[in-house]
């Protein structure tokens, strides 16, 4: 048909190609996770995450404030406590250091949303997301460890939760715990389709919550399946979640779609520390365009059907996006 299509009338200038533009990200598309720890007196460096932090509960207050003033609207927390256990106890203590991060923030009346991470990895002396029998995790009595973490984060000012233990039933049993003590109106965004990933390795670094022993296959997913991940998100939503995520995102594009086209509700994809470091470290080493790269994955994610993007480049492409 040449010379009738001239695909490239539509690239000639920067004008026409915002005219055309089929994908769009905004700050409020972004989520920023966040790191808090009662370890230290100070915010320590994350070495295998370099540019983000375990924040001290003041200094995370102050980058919650600066994230809020770039643009974003949601933020995830982690905790790293004190003391780890066998039953990890530091993540429903009522004075954890989730729970007391997000009564600081609700104290400074902080334009965000605060979604707590629910998981038992940061806070067990094994590192399985859930209690230990015979050398795997057992999946009902996990559920009551959750569902005690889900609460004491509603009770602390929670407004979504977000299971991220791969436990077979949680959803149904936060939801059911959380609407029996008036909590009807915190959101659960599950982490329905979580592969078994090496991408979380720098992850482990900032937490300390590599399993002891063992990995983590019998509960996450194997990176070969996708039908499996539709019959996740399926479950998941049956037993009453709001929003859905995949995660990682760069290397499962294929099941962000997928579940995109299945699902109505929000999906949300997790950029994770792994994709992070990769960025982070190549730039360091000048053989690549950081702030384009960082440009091309979130908006690469996007595309692929994500709603929300959990990333840690969150403030910083909020900023971008802002000053565009
Ligand atoms: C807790 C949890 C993990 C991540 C989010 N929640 C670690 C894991 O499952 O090992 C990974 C996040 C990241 O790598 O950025 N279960």
Redesign the pocket.
Known sequence: MFPTHRPRRLRRSAAMRDLVRETHLHPEDLIY?LFVQETSPKPEPIEAMPGQFRHTVDSLVAECEQAAKAGIEAVLL?GIPSKKDEAGSGAYAEDGVVQRAMRAIKEHKLPLLLIG?V?M??YTSHGH?GAILDGDVDNDPSLELLIRTALSQARAGADVVAP??MMDGRIGAIRRALDDESFEQVAILS?AA?YASA??????DA?G?APQFGD?RSY?MDPANVREALKEVDADLEEGADMVMV??ALAYLDVIRAVKQRTNVPLAA?N???E?AMIEFAARAGVLDRERIIQEVLLSIKRAGADLILT?HAKEAAGWLRGR
């Open positions: 996770p982690f991470d998981c990895c940061e997301c991220s233990d982490y979580k991408f979380y390795g720098p992850f482990r937490a919550s983590r996450q995660k990682p997790y994770v520390s792994g992070y840690y």
